[in-house]
């Protein structure tokens, strides 16, 4: 089994630049993915970002151009924000893909931008 950690956000002025840090423990080896999604008050839990081993990374068309997703080696997985705005207000949660699925989750990070 895989666990994940996550660690930054708090409270960012709007524009802001914030970075959030996510690391895995337990069967690493298992790993073939990583990534970040968001949850939003009362909208369902939403992709973020994610980026496989191999390096191809996908991006939700909100955050594209403003977050950049990176695993800097195997077990760790960072999201730089950048241009923060008010709608990026949510808490993020750090997942790994041991199989087919991103399966294993943080307890999440709440992130809010403020004007």
């Known amino acids: 089994q895989v666990q994940v950690v996550e660690s930054g956000g708090g409270m960012v002025q709007a524009g802001g630049s914030p970075r959030l840090s996510c690391l895995a423990s337990g069967n690493i080896f298992a790993i073939s993915a990583m990534g970040w999604y968001r949850q939003a008050p009362g909208k369902q839990r939403e992709l973020v970002a994610t980026r496989t081993n191999g390096g191809i990374t996908n991006y939700a068309s909100s955050v594209e151009g403003r977050f950049t997703i990176s695993r800097d080696v195997k077990n760790t997985v960072d999201l730089q924000m950048n241009n923060l705005k008010l709608e990026d207000t949510a808490v993020y949660y750090c997942?790994?893909?041991?199989?087919?699925?991103?399966?294993?989750w943080g307890r999440g990070t709440q992130v809010t931008v403020s004007s």
């Open positions: 997942a790994a893909n041991t199989g087919t699925a991103f399966t294993s």
